[in-house]
Structure formats: structure tokens, C-alpha cells
């Protein structure tokens, strides 16, 4: 983040955040004030009616504001709550399939790989994809309460696993296709529907087998919820301008990279290689022959698993794979990426259900010995860990997770983006600023891009190429925070320009975007002051001061305090100047360019 001495103009923005990774970690944990207040009743009211961050997940917001009460801004604290939450998935996990299909080695060997695939680093690394680790907890914790209603059906049994349910998707809506993979749990291995002789693979606990049209309407209430959460997630999403429309992204697009981002994730489930935390969406089209082998790939499993559908665990384990994709697999767009390592958390389980139930009945029929059988597995999850851990190594900070990133994928404008965003938040802006080009020439219409070109050149006084940017900006992004910096940038660099007039307009479109825009905020209390309503212009700064306290915003109001004639309260924000900067001589310099303008 740029210092107090760039004052209240255009600024270099990280990608997403200016925290750790530049992912979404600043807008989560670092300067949101609502977790800052900790686990309080405010906060609690706070996260059952925000949209903040294109979402609805109040329970996620909740979970980081406990962590701030207990860990305040110790980055530690929130990893080591991921750790916790992935440890007991991973133990979940293990109880719902040994008891749901009685096999114990089959079930610990689903759990041991679904606990160090290196496609699961970024649910647990990532600080603010908390809602991946905390969702797939209550999603666990629902399944097991089902298989409890199943043995012993009742009210409030089945109002517990509503009630699970309706947390998991206050997580994370990604959960939204449970009551799908209820009816597959209802297939194999519950053996619930159709007839029990092909139930072969399963020594567990017979249970009533039940017409299929019972088993949908036994679901109907969990669909509800599915229907109403999926409501509330296109409300948020649209409204923080995260869906894509099909103008940028045509469904033709859409579907060809479904049919090759599946591909793809079948293959890094068995090659997890060149992972990355952003693989961006093709702009026009795949090439045909990637769609060609993609549709050719899940034809032939699909023929596969239909061949053997007397192994039941092979049709549960590719439907709950396809199935529980679906809402991530990009048919509705939302954001710039055409697959991501975080959506693997919850479908990978089909896969390794498929294989370790596969590989088990094989090695039965080969008559091989488990002793036999268990070296091959442990080396398999030693080699996953050990990649695991290497994955682990790229999140250690910025720099070097994009630098990977860029080096893993091709034509990564995001990675570019974000690179850039790391050594802006180092201060290194002259090396960050061709970076920022190289995004704009892989994706000419990359909003972020631009905005940090323009406030690049407004800090080096190209205040009409700085408004260019700024415009194109404008001109690119459906997000409202990108809109709100941009026009809050556009104030800075009119009035930079002389132009108050048009400098007020756009700082006021900023401050309706977000009334606590720190830059508008202040731009308003400068455009006051040179006006001379001193008054107006204390209560400007007072504001910004009490969202973003800094040198050179205490400096402006102990100014204006000093010339209304408030000596006493000009000299306590003089001292709270001192304490916040680092070389008040530097604040005192950019407080007078800003008022020279």
C-alpha cells in the first residue's frame, strides 16, 4: 500500500487486497472494520445482511471475527484455524464412510488422500477461503446426521440435518448441490434405492429400500434451501458485479471450457502439477482439439462407470464428482477464472472414493494381500504430501506465489496484476509498473490493470493520462469497489487538474459507492477548505480519520482546526500525526502539494 507521503490521490491498488497474497485476505480480515470489532452483537447483525464481497456467509464473517478476538491481526491465528477445520474434515470424513459403508482401510485411505492432495493447499493456505474449509465441515457434519435419520427416522433428526444444511451454506453456498448427493449417499452406499442384489461392494448396515420418487420427495424441504440459497447468491454476486455477462463470456465459451476445465481437474487429481491460485478464463475460444479430448475423456468414463454399474461406488463416486462441480464449473460465470484448485475440495472425494474402492476390489480379485496392497498406498500419499508441502512453499508470500503462478501458467494477466500489487505494497513501484502494462497487453480491457497504470501516472504528474486510465476503468469493470477507486481517482486527478467542479462530481459518485472512501472523503474536505468552509472540511477529515487514520490526513485536520481557530484540538491531531508517521517531515511535504492544488 502506497505511504502517507503519495497523500490522497491516485493510489496503486494490489489486485484484490494489499495483504498477504493480494487475493481477497485485506477485504476479509486485514481492513475490514466490522471483524475488527470482534465477535459482538453489531458484527453478528452485520453478517446476516451484508453482500460484502459478492456473497452471502455470514457464518464465515462470524468465524473471522472470532478469530480476531482471539488473535487480533497475528496471521497464525487464522491459518492455524484452517489447519484445525481441514484436520477435522479430514477425521469427518473417515467417520462418515467407514460408518455409512463398513470399510475401514477404503474409508482412511479416502481420508489420507483427500488430507495432503496438493489440490487442497489453497482451501486451507488462503486465510480468506475459510468458507471452503468451514462449509465442507457442516456438510460433512449433514451427511452424518442423515445416515442417523436413515437408521432411525424422526422430526427432529431430519430438523438437525436442515439445520446443518442451512449452516453449511451460510459458509459457503458451494454446498448448494447436497440434496443431490443425498439421493447418490440414498444409491451407494446406504443401498436406500432400487434393488439391494447390487449392492455387492457393501458389508455396512442394510437399510429399507425406498421407491425413488420418495426418496426426491423425502428431499424436498433441503431442496428448498438449495433454491433459496441459490436465490441469495445471484442476488449478492450481481449486485457486487461479480456474475460476467454473456457478451464478455458467451455460453458457447462457457460450455467448451466446462468440458475442458473437468479434464483438466481429472488430470491434476492423478498429475497434480503446475498448480497455481489463478488460471484465467480464455477470452475467445479453446482450441478444438483441447474440447475434442476433454468430451472424449468424459464420454469414455462415463461409458465406463455405466458398464460397471454393478459397482455401485463407481456411478456414486463420477456423479458426486460431475455433480457437485456444477455450480463452479463456470456455466455461470463469476469472476475471471476458468478453474480454480479451491473447487476441487468437495468434488475429489468422488474420484477417490473411485479409486480406492476400485483399486481395494482389485486387488481382492488379484488376491493380493492388504500387506501387499499397503505399501503402493503409503508411497502414494507420501509422494502427495511431499508435493503438498513444496505447494505449501509458494504461499510463503506474495512475491513468490505470483512469480509461480506466472511461471506455471501462460498469458496470466492476473498473476501480472498481482505481482505487480506485491511490490507495490514493498514500495517498489517502478518495478511494478511493467508489470501492470504486461496485464493490459494480455487483456486489454483488465480494469485493475489500468487503474494502477493511471495512478502511476498521477503520481508522476500525468494527471490527463492518469484520467484516461481512470476511465477505462470505468469503461471495463462491473465490480462497484474497482468502480469506487476509480472515480475516487478521478476527483484526485481533476482537482489535481484545477477543476473542482468535475472533481466534487466524481468523488461524490465514489462516496455513494462507499461513503467511507478515505480518498474522496479527503478530496471533499480539500475542495471545502479551498472553498473556505472550514467547517466542512474538519468534518471530511474527522470522517476520514475514523476509517483510515493516517500522518497526513491528521496533519490536514490539525490545518484546518489551527485556522478555525481550535488551537487545543489542533495540537492533539498534530500529535496523533507524530505517532502514526515514520518521518513527519515527508507527511508535511505531501499536506502542502495537496493543498497547493
Known amino acids: 500500500m502506497p505511504s502517507d507521503r503519495r497523500g490522497y490521490s491516485g493510489r496503486l491498488q494490489p489486485r484484490q487486497s494489499q495483504c498477504v497474497h493480494q487475493l481477497d485476505d485485506d477485504r476479509y480480515i486485514v481492513d475490514n472494520p466490522h471483524v475488527h470489532a470482534g465477535l459482538s452483537w453489531d458484527t453478528i447483525k452485520w453478517a446476516f445482511t451484508t453482500y460484502g464481497q459478492a456473497n452471502w456467509h455470514p457464518l464465515t464473517w462470524i468465524s473471522h471475527a472470532l478469530d480476531y478476538s482471539l488473535f487480533k491481526l497475528n496471521p497464525a491465528g487464522p491459518h492455524y484455524m484452517n489447519v484445525l477445520l481441514h484436520a477435522a474434515n479430514v477425521v469427518l470424513l473417515f467417520l462418515l464412510l467407514q460408518q455409512a459403508s463398513g470399510f475401514t482401510w477404503r474409508s482412511s485411505m ?96 442394510r437399510m429399507p429400500v425406498r421407491p425413488f420418487s420418495w426418496l426426491v420427495l423425502e428431499k424436498v424441504p433441503l431442496f428448498l434451501l438449495s433454491i433459496a440459497s441459490a436465490a441469495v447468491t445471484m442476488q449478492a454476486q450481481s449486485a457486487g458485479g461479480a456474475v460476467r455477462s454473456t457478451m464478455e463470456f458467451s455460453f458457447a465459451l462457457r460450455l467448451q471450457n466446462a468440458i475442458v476445465a473437468y479434464a483438466r481437474y481429472i488430470g491434476k487429481a492423478f498429475w497434480p502439477s503446475g498448480l497455481a491460485p489463478m488460471y484465467p478464463h480464455p477470452v ?260 476520514a480519520m475514523s476509517v483510515q487514520p493516517t500522518s497526513v490526513g491528521y496533519l490536514l485536520l490539525a490545518k484546518a482546526l489551527q485556522q478555525s481557530g481550535r488551537a487545543a484540538e489542533a495540537q492533539a491531531a498534530n500529535e496523533q500525526a507524530r505517532r502514526l508517521s515514520s518521518d513527519l517531515s515527508q507527511s508535511e511535504q505531501a499536506v502542502e502539494r495537496l493543498l497547493a492544488h
Not at 343 to 354: I, N, Q, R
Open 284 to 543: 475467445n475460444s479453446l482450441p478444438a482439439w483441447q474440447v475434442a479430448v476433454g468430451a472424449l475423456l468424459l464420454t469414455v468414463i462415463t461409458i465406463l462407470v455405466f458398464a460397471l454399474r454393478r459397482r455401485r461406488y463407481l456411478t456414486m463416486g463420477w456423479c458426486w464428482f460431475l455433480g457437485t462441480l456444477v455450480p463452479m464449473i463456470g456455466l455461470v460465470q463469476v469472476g475471471e477464472a476458468s478453474l480454480a484448485d479451491r473447487y476441487a475440495y468437495l468434488p475429489f472425494l468422488g474420484l477417490f472414493v473411485m479409486v480406492c474402492w476400485g483399486v481395494a476390489e482389485a486387488a481382492q480379485k488379484a488376491r493380493l494381500s492388504p500387506a501387499r496392497l499397503a505399501v503402493p498406498a503409503s508411497l502414494a500419499v507420501v509422494a502427495l504430501s511431499v508435493l503438498t508441502y513444496r505447494q505449501v512453499g509458494f504461499w510463503r508470500n506474495s512475491e513468490t506465489l505470483w512469480s509461480h503462478a506466472l511461471a506455471v501458467t501462460e498469458s496470466n494477466f492476473v498473476a501480472h496484476d498481482n505481482l505487480g500489487g506485491a511490490m507495490v505494497n514493498q514500495g517498489r513501484t517502478d518495478e511494478a509498473i511493467p508489470h501492470f502494462r504486461a496485464a493490459v497487453a494480455i487483456r486489454p480491457d483488465d480494469p485493475l490493470g489500468h487503474l494502477n497504470i493511471g495512478a502511476y501516472e498521477q503520481e508522476h504528474g500525468n494527471s490527463q493520462a492518469a484520467i484516461e486510465q481512470f476511465q477505462m476503468v470505468l469503461r471495463f469493470t462491473p465490480d462497484t469497489t474497482l468502480k469506487e477507486q476509480a472515480y475516487a481517482n478521478l476527483g484526485s486527478a481533476y482537482r489535481s487538474l484545477g477543476n473542482s467542479l468535475l472533481a466534487a462530481e466524481n468523488y461524490q459518485v465514489a462516496l455513494t459507492l462507499n461513503p467511507d472512501n478515505s480518498i474522496a472523503v479527503v478530496g471533499m474536505g480539500l475542495i471545502a477548505q479551498r472553498n473556505g468552509d472550514l467547517t466542512q472540511a474538519i468534518s471530511r477529515y474527522s470522517h
Open 110 to 205: 479416502v481420508a489420507a488422500l483427500f488430507a495432503v492432495h496438493p489440490m487442497n493447499v489453497e482451501s486451507v493456505a488462503w486465510a480468506a477461503e475459510r468458507k471452503n474449509v468451514l462449509s465442507m465441515l457442516f456438510f460433512l457434519l449433514t451427511l452424518l446426521a442423515y445416515g442417523s435419520y436413515v437408521r432411525k427416522p424422526g422430526v427432529r433428526r431430519y430438523a438437525g440435518v436442515a439445520l446443518l444444511f442451512a449452516l453449511g451454506l451460510m459458509a459457503k453456498p458451494q454446498i448448494i448441490t447436497l440434496p443431490f448427493v443425498l439421493l447418490l449417499w440414498d444409491y451407494w452406499p446406504l443401498g436406500r434405492m432400487g434393488s439391494q442384489n447390487l449392492s455387492v461392494s457393501t458389508p455396512g448396515e
